[in-house]
C-alpha cells in the first residue's frame, strides 16, 4: 500500500481513539441506529400484534416508552433532513459540526418540550 492512501483504524472501546471520528463519522452512526431502532420498534409493535390478532394494535403504557420513541424518531427525522440538505444543496458542508449541533439542540428541545406535555 502507498503512503497516500489514508487507512482508518479506530478503535471503538478504546476512548482515546474517539477523537478521530469526525462529526459526520457520528451522525451518519447515530442515523444508522435510529433507523434499525426505528424499524425494530415499528416490527414488533404494529407488526407483530396486527399478524396475531386481527384489530389488535399496541398501545405504550408508559410516558417513558413514549418519549423515547418520540426522541428517536425526531432525532433521525431532524438528522435525514440535514443529510438531505448537505447533499443536495450543499448547506452545512464548510462547519458540518454547527449544523449536526443544531440539529441535537432541535431535537432536545421539542423532546424536553413535548415529554413536558404528556
Not at 418519549?67 to 450543499?90: P, W, Y
Request: aromatic share 10%; hydrophobic share 55%; charged share 10%.
Amino acid at each position: 500500500m502507498s503512503d497516500d492512501q489514508i487507512v482508518y483504524r479506530r478503535n471503538v472501546s478504546n476512548p482515546r481513539s474517539w477523537g478521530d471520528f469526525s462529526v459526520e463519522h457520528v451522525a451518519f452512526g447515530l442515523h444508522r441506529v435510529t433507523g434499525w431502532l426505528l424499524l425494530g420498534w415499528t416490527l414488533v409493535h404494529l407488526g407483530l400484534p396486527a399478524l396475531s390478532a386481527p384489530g389488535a394494535v399496541w398501545a405504550p403504557t408508559s410516558t417513558t416508552t413514549i418519549v423515547l420513541v418520540m426522541a428517536i424518531l425526531l432525532f433521525h427525522g431532524f438528522n435525514g433532513v440535514r443529510l438531505l440538505l448537505a447533499e443536495f444543496t450543499g448547506v452545512g458542508a464548510g462547519n458540518p459540526k454547527r449544523l449536526f449541533l443544531a440539529t441535537v439542540v432541535l431535537c432536545a428541545v421539542l423532546v424536553v418540550g413535548l415529554g413536558g406535555a404528556l
